[in-house]
C-alpha cells in the first residue's frame, strides 16, 4: 500500500512539474506579465519549448572558447613582444646615430681646424700631405657627413 502510494505522488510530482502551463495577460498599468496562474482574463497561453542541456557539447564550446582566448592573449603577447624589440631597435639606432653624429662634428671640427691635412702612405710612418684642392674635398666629405648623422639632431 505505501509502495503504491508512494508511486502514486512521484508520479503526480513529476507530471505537474513537466506539464506546467504559461499564461501571458495584461496587469492593470498595461505591462505584459507571464505567469502560471493568471490574475485577469483574458490570458493568452504561451508554449514554451524545453529541453536539458547537453553537457558535453556544454564543455566542448566551453573549451573552444578558452582555446580561442588562449591563442588571442597569445596573439597579443607576441604583438606586445615585437613591439617592444621594434622599440628597442629604434633607441639602439638613435643612440647609435647620437653617437656617429659626436664622431662626424669631431672630425669635422678637426679637419676645419688643422693647418695641414694628410693621409697614411703605404709605408708605416709615412704620411702624404694633401694639396689645396684635396683639402677642400675632404672638409666638404667631413661636412656631409656630419649633415647626414647629425640630422634633426
Same mark, same amino acid.
Given at each position: 500500500m505505501h509502495r503504491i502510494l508512494l508511486l502514486i505522488a512521484s508520479l503526480a510530482v513529476a507530471v #505537474?512539474? &513537466?506539464?506546467?502551463?504559461?499564461?501571458? #495577460?495584461?496587469? =492593470?498599468?498595461?505591462? #505584459? @506579465?507571464? #505567469?502560471?496562474? !493568471?490574475?485577469?482574463? !483574458? =490570458? &493568452?497561453? @504561451?508554449? +514554451? =519549448? /524545453? %529541453?536539458? /542541456?547537453?553537457? @558535453?557539447? +556544454? &564543455? %566542448? &564550446?566551453?573549451?573552444?572558447?578558452m582555446q580561442a582566448n588562449a591563442a588571442s592573449e597569445q596573439a597579443k603577447a607576441d604583438a606586445a613582444k615585437q613591439a617592444a624589440a621594434a622599440q628597442q631597435a629604434n633607441e639602439l639606432t638613435a643612440a647609435d646615430r647620437a653617437k656617429r653624429c659626436i664622431e662626424a662634428r669631431a672630425r669635422y671640427e678637426q679637419v676645419m681646424t688643422a693647418q695641414r691635412l694628410y693621409e697614411p702612405g703605404d709605408k708605416e710612418g709615412e704620411r702624404r700631405y694633401l694639396d689645396s684642392r684635396e683639402i677642400d674635398e675632404a672638409r666638404a666629405s667631413t661636412k656631409k657627413a656630419m649633415d647626414e648623422f647629425c640630422a634633426g639632431q
Open positions: #505537474t512539474a &513537466q506539464a506546467s502551463e504559461v499564461f501571458k #495577460t495584461k496587469d =492593470a498599468r498595461g505591462n #505584459t @506579465v507571464y #505567469t502560471d496562474r !493568471p490574475e485577469s482574463l !483574458p =490570458a &493568452q497561453k @504561451v508554449n +514554451v =519549448a /524545453t %529541453r536539458s /542541456t547537453d553537457k @558535453v557539447e +556544454v &564543455q %566542448r &564550446q566551453y573549451d573552444e572558447k
